[in-house]
């Protein structure tokens, strides 16, 4: 994931994402630091400087997957993560230590549940987040995922352990959907200065790409199934436009400027873990003007 780099004091922050296997605790006892954590490192020499790690053991697959983001509440100089758990942490940019925690922004039923080999885990994901910050809002698009799962770590009923294999993905269970539980996908407005859900707007496919907010308040989401491309007013959440891209929009939109016009390129591509139509166009759109 995307680094961020706080300039004037030379910190770098990253976040890491899951410990191996992931969904199989009993090989790797302990916090498995710097797992499911934000880290602060020295931009120059890559020195450690702090961390805090919203997961300790993740047997979830609760990793970190949203970037770092860098704001200010009032005169405190502080560093966001959206966390798959559900909540957003604020954290202080020169210790670490918790600010805020968000109120929880995607439902969470079951979510620490822990499963076994006889005995399957079920519940609802917060799934993949994102956030970006603009105008004291952070915004957050998660997808509700209910899934159930069940290890799969050892060969029947043996206690031996299934071998794992060079460049396989090596997760110690499997995910399934659970049949008839509905999907959809939610974007959420949180005040950073209370940390409560100022709005919701719930859109019907789960959301897998992260927004962008420019400075106008606008916010352009990606990440819908159906192939809809949104803006929204980030203050109220108010839909303000939409444009059908004919397949899974579930790339991040970027935003940039050439010769003093603005921009926001999107690409519109599917999702083979959803089964969202496959596309192979990139969208560019013109912003007004001042």
């Not at 979830?60 to 005169?75: K, N």
């Not at 999907?183 to 897998?208: E, F, H, M, R, Y």
Request: with cysteine.
């Amino acid at each position: 994931m995307t680094p961020a780099v706080d300039a004037d004091t030379g910190t770098l922050f990253i976040v890491v994402g899951n410990p191996s296997p992931d969904l199989d605790g009993e090989i790797r006892p302990g916090d498995n630091l710097y797992t499911e954590s934000m880290v602060a490192l020295d931009v120059k020499s890559g020195t450690y400087k702090w961390h805090c790690q919203f997961v300790p053991h993740d047997v979830w697959d609760l990793d970190a997957v949203s970037p770092a983001v860098l704001f200010e509440i009032g005169s405190q100089k502080v560093v966001g993560h959206a966390g798959k758990t559900g909540w957003y942490y604020i954290l202080d940019r020169a210790t670490g230590k918790l600010v805020r925690r968000s109120d929880a922004f995607v439902a969470q039923e079951n979510t620490f549940a822990q499963p076994t080999p006889t005995r399957p885990a079920s519940g609802c994901s917060p799934g993949r987040t994102a956030a970006r910050s603009g105008r004291q809002r952070l915004t957050a698009p998660t997808p509700r995922w209910p899934t159930c799962w069940r290890s799969t770590s050892r060969c029947g009923t043996s206690r031996t352990r299934r071998p794992t294999h060079q460049g396989k993905l090596w997760l110690g269970s499997a995910f399934v959907a659970i049949p008839g539980e509905e999907q959809w996908g939610t974007l959420s407005g949180i005040d950073v200065n209370t940390g409560k859900i100022a709005w919701q707007n719930k859109l019907p496919d789960p959301l897998i790409g992260g927004p962008v907010v420019t400075a106008g308040g606008i916010l352009f989401s990606g990440g819908d199934g159906t192939g809809n491309f949104y803006a929204f007013d980030t203050k109220t959440g108010k839909e303000l436009w939409r444009f059908q891209c004919g397949a899974g929009v579930n790339a991040a939109p970027i935003s940039f400027e050439v010769d003093g016009e603005q921009f926001i390129a999107l690409a519109a591509g599917g999702n083979f873990q959803l089964n969202f139509k496959y596309g192979e166009l990139l969208f560019v759109f013109g912003l007004p003007k001042k």
